[in-house]
Nanobody, 124 residues
Framework: QAQLVESGGGLVQAGVSLRLSCIAS????????IGWFRQAPGKEREFVAT????????YYSDPVKGRFTISRYNAKNTVYLRMNSLKPEDTAVYYC?????????????????WGQGTQVTGSS
């Protein structure tokens, strides 16, 4: 069973960059797509970014496109989310999740395993 652990969250001023990390415990990590989702207080969870098994294809939600970059380093079972030009509206708990397929997906239902989340707070 896969276990995912996020790290790198924190309180940052608007415009500052932050990098989140997601480390997976399973050996077969490299064959699955990984996604990042977030949930702000009082709102539903929403898709942020996803990367396919090899790291060659990515997809982003409109609010973060051009500011966030997802990447993965399979040799270390790690996926990153680089967040540039943070805005107060990016404040949320960020979750990484492991898909059941190799191709990327923006649908939460395609993800089988989820981490506990890491808090990101952007202050104005």
């Amino acid at each position: 069973q896969a276990q995912l652990v996020e790290s790198g969250g924190g309180l940052v001023q608007a415009g500052v960059s932050l990098r989140l990390s997601c480390i997976a415990s399973e050996r077969s990590f490299s064959v699955y797509a990984i996604g990042w989702f977030r949930q702000a207080p009082g709102k539903e969870r929403e898709f942020v970014a996803t990367v396919n098994w090899s790291g060659t294809s990515t997809y982003y939600s409109d609010p973060v496109k051009g500011r966030f970059t997802i990447s993965r380093y399979n040799a270390k079972n790690t996926v990153y989310l680089r967040m540039n030009s943070l805005k107060p509206e990016d404040t949320a708990v960020y979750y990484c999740a492991r898909s059941g397929q190799s191709g990327y997906s923006h649908m939460a239902n395609d993800y089988n395993y989820w981490g506990q989340g890491t808090q990101v707070t952007g202050s104005s």
